[in-house]
């Protein structure tokens, strides 16, 4: 079964740090882009960042550049989300995101599959 | 960016219905326009992925049309499991980008 699970986050004063972490199973992992989309309670989706599969290009939304990195081990099919420098609006449920690749023309960049999203909270 | 306008932000519709949710890009993305679906509480969904086509698993009642920068979700007859959010997502180019979203509520 193809799987994303997420784990890490939850309560941090601002400034603080915190690192997510999603674990993946069921498919070819090295092969595939793995972003991060976060929805604020109550608000819309979010794209945070992309990593491609080899691990050598990162993107990230203007947002969160500088703070955020995103990093993968595709000997474990874990990509990590490392937050810094947390401020209140970055409060909200981070999801991994698997990008479904070139299956078709112009299928990149379609999430296909998600975890189950992790809670941040950032409040003193 | 690109920015991904929807409308309308919500939708009022019975069960039978046919209905339809409209996204516009700032830009032209060719057909690299996504639909998802999501409930309350769980993660997003993908529905339609490159503009039309239907993701696996999926009903055929769910369909999208668009390229360039006009698309279009079509559902032709509401089921109870379908009242949701949906959004449409742009993945031409990062930073990757969603609509605001369209909440689609039982009259």
């Known amino acids: 079964e193809v799987q994303l699970v997420e784990s890490g986050g939850g309560l941090v004063q601002p400034g603080g740090s915190l690192r997510l972490s999603c674990a993946a199973s069921?498919?070819?992992?090295?092969?595939?882009?793995m972003s991060w989309v976060r929805q604020a309670p109550g608000k819309g989706l979010e794209w945070v960042s992309v990593?491609?599969?080899?691990?050598?290009?990162?993107y990230y939304a203007d947002s969160v550049k500088g703070r955020f990195t995103i990093s993968r081990d595709n000997s474990k099919n874990t990509v990590d989300l490392q937050m810094n420098s947390l401020r209140a609006e970055d409060t909200a449920a981070y999801y991994c995101?698997?990008?479904?690749?070139?299956?078709?023309?112009?299928?990149?960049?379609?999430?296909?599959?998600w975890g189950q999203g992790r809670m941040v909270t950032v409040s003193s | 960016d690109i920015q991904m306008t929807q409308s309308p932000s919500s939708l009022s519709a019975s069960l039978g219905d046919r209905v339809t949710i409209t996204c516009r890009a700032s830009?032209?993305?060719?057909?690299?326009l996504n639909w998802y679906q999501q409930k309350p509480g769980k993660a997003p969904k993908l529905l339609i992925y490159?503009?039309?086509s239907l993701q696996s698993g999926v009903p055929s009642r769910f369909s999208g049309s668009g390229s360039g920068t006009d698309f279009t979700l079509t559902i032709s007859s509401l089921q109870p499991e379908d009242f949701a959010t949906y959004y449409c997502?742009?993945?031409?180019?990062?930073?990757?980008?969603f609509g605001q979203g369209t909440k689609l509520e039982i009259k």
């Open positions: 069921g498919f070819i992992f090295s092969s595939y882009d």
């Open positions: 990593i491609s599969g080899s691990g050598v290009n990162t």
């Open positions: 830009q032209s993305i060719s057909t690299y």
């Open positions: 490159a503009a039309s």
């Open positions: 997502q742009q993945g031409y180019r990062t930073p990757y980008t």
């Open positions: 995101a698997k990008d479904y690749g070139r299956i078709a023309v112009a299928a990149e960049g379609a999430f296909d599959i």
